[in-house]
């Protein structure tokens, strides 16, 4: 089982990729008793910093230390990477021309009956006899983080596992990895383009923008405190109202006259209502349905704002009446 006090620590850390600067000096602490999670625009640096984790790029300076222990970059190690820190690719990299068994037989470094019980928990035991290239995506997946934990990482670093998935095979890997978990104990730092599994799975979002992490913390927190613009536009629908005659409902009670600054609202933050009485008035714009919720542009005045909503009962061009549901809301 993991060390509840194992930390990764990443000081001053620069990597450039074909004279572009891919990670620009980073320092942070990764505590490895909860999932992190990275997220930031393509080509912001995230699975740089992975891979750089992981030992599997050489740093231009600084450098990663295990508990302590500087991790030794891919030109410091004839075979790279670190003993406890696990990375699974994007691209999931079986050898070719090989059975199952084989694969998973030369990678096992743990007794037999442990490894079949990982085999078992990752839904590949019916696999063996199978050869690598006969397999789905959905499959080698499977395989190639079996065969990863059967090398008993403390951290195992997923790179984009989410974005070959359909939403069934989606939902089965995020079960798969609270199993792994909960049984193995390994931690998980995660990238993904999926903002909404992020923020479900993860304990802390890291944000990354041009080799730079630009806010970390809590979900809760990035969402609803994002420290500018970019860091809101990448966790969801967002608006800032940045006059403070378009400001409404209670806000304008923690609105100074002289504010300069814009208000962060997001389509959760009001609901409907029947009442007249200390709402606002408004008319529906546009309605989209999502499943399990419907976004709607509501037009107050000039001014759109966007609501989720269970269910709607309004058409297009009806009238509407809308109520704050939040009581802190937060200034760019």
Known sequence: MIDTHSIIEVKNLQLSLAGNIAIDGINH??????????????????????????????????????????????NEKLIPGHPKIAYLSQHYE?????????????????????????????????LYKRWSDELSGGEKQRVALASLLTQEPEVLLLDEPFSNLDIIHKRKLLSLLRNIQAVTGVSFITVSHDVQDILSWSDEIIIMQKGKIVQSGTP??????????????????????NNTKQLFFDITKTIDSDNE???????????????????????????????????????????????????????IGEEVFLISNFDKYWFL
Do not use: W
């Open 94 to 126: 079986l050898r070719n021309n090989y059975r199952i068994e084989e694969i998973l037989s030369y990678n096992n470094l743990i007794e037999d009956e442990t490894a079949n019980s990982i085999y078992k928990l990752c839904e590949i035991d019916h």
């Open 29 to 74: 602490v990764f505590q490895l008793n909860k999932n992190i999670g990275i997220i930031g625009e393509t080509g912001s640096g995230k699975s740089s910093l992975l891979r750089l984790i992981a030992g599997l790029e050489q740093a231009d300076q600084g450098a990663v230390f295990f508990n302590s222990e500087r991790v030794l970059g891919a």
């Open 261 to 315: 600054k814009s208000v962060l609202i997001r389509p959760g933050y009001f609901s409907f209502t029947e009442s007249q009485q200390n709402s606002h008035m408004g008319t529906i714009k546009h309605i989209e349905f999502f499943g399990n919720y419907y976004l709607v542009e509501v037009l107050i005045g000039n001014l759109s704002i966007l609501i989720s909503s269970p269910t709607i009962n309004k058409a």
């Open 220 to 241: 809760d927190i990035l969402y609803h405190q994002p420290v500018n613009e970019y860091c809101a536009a990448l966790l969801g629908y967002y608006q800032l109202l």
